[in-house]
């Protein structure tokens, strides 16, 4: 069975510092994509990056980079220079193929951004 | 970029009617969507996997008689909840994967916003 965790369920930063959300998962496919997604308080599921399992370098969007660590299983997001508007849930998510492709979400992180 | 139009935003019913919503993929064709579910301050639950001109495959614990889901064309999904109760008020959402790129994204709605008297 395919598991995802993220094992903060809250997160402070100060605004303009870096933040780490962790992420590890469980999967016996080869074949695996991983993504983090923002969800501020409407609601909305926001796309913020993606790693492929055979990607050899690890995922760049502007301010937001992943941290892809194979062997260990992990996939942590770094947010840099956090912003206010940066204050929402985070959620890390595995896309793998069963029967047809399925996304599997962890718990999620809510991060603060403090002035 | 790609855009899934989810209908309603929120909805209000009594106890015992049935709610339909949809979930259009607006500038792709949407092989597969996806069928979420979400309680407040928790994780998105995967309720059922749709593909375009075939059943549904819900996931363990949801029931597919009271779950419709149809998936009648390449950008249109309906997810009908029959006779609502006070328990199925949730956050419903839908997303949407592009067919014809590997690895995309999967694209989401905004969501519903179900509640049930």
């Known amino acids: 069975a395919q598991k995802i965790t993220q094992t903060q369920p809250g997160m402070f930063v100060q605004e303009k510092e870096a933040v780490t959300l962790d992420c590890t998962y469980d999967?016996?496919?080869?074949?695996?994509?991983l993504f983090w997604y923002k969800q501020p308080s409407s609601g909305e599921m926001i796309f913020l990056i993606y790693?492929?399992?055979?990607?050899?370098q690890n995922a760049t969007e502007g301010r937001y980079s992943l941290n892809f660590q194979k062997a260990r299983k992990s996939a942590n997001l770094v947010i840099s220079a956090s912003q206010l508007g940066d204050s929402a849930m985070y959620f890390c998510a595995i896309l793998i193929r069963d029967s047809s492709y399925k996304l599997i979400f962890g718990s999620g992180t809510r991060l603060l951004v403090r002035p | 970029g790609a855009v899934v139009s989810q209908h309603p935003s929120w909805v209000i019913c009594k106890s015992g009617t049935s709610v339909k919503i949809e979930c259009r993929s607006l500038d792709f064709q949407a092989t597969t969507m996806f069928w979420y579910r979400q309680f407040p301050k928790q994780s998105l639950m995967l309720m059922a996997t749709s593909n375009e001109g075939s059943k549904a495959t819900y996931e363990q614990g949801v029931e597919k008689d009271k779950f419709l889901i149809n998936h009648a064309s390449l950008t249109l999904s309906t997810l009908t909840v029959t006779s609502a109760h006070p328990e199925d008020s949730s956050f419903y959402i839908c997303?949407?994967?592009?067919?014809?790129?590997?690895?995309?994204?999967?694209?989401f709605g905004n969501g519903t916003r179900l509640t049930v008297t």
């Open positions: 790693q492929g399992s055979y990607d050899q």
């Open positions: 997303s949407a994967r592009d067919g014809a790129k590997n690895n995309s994204p999967l694209h």
């Open positions: 999967t016996s496919d080869p074949s695996y994509g």
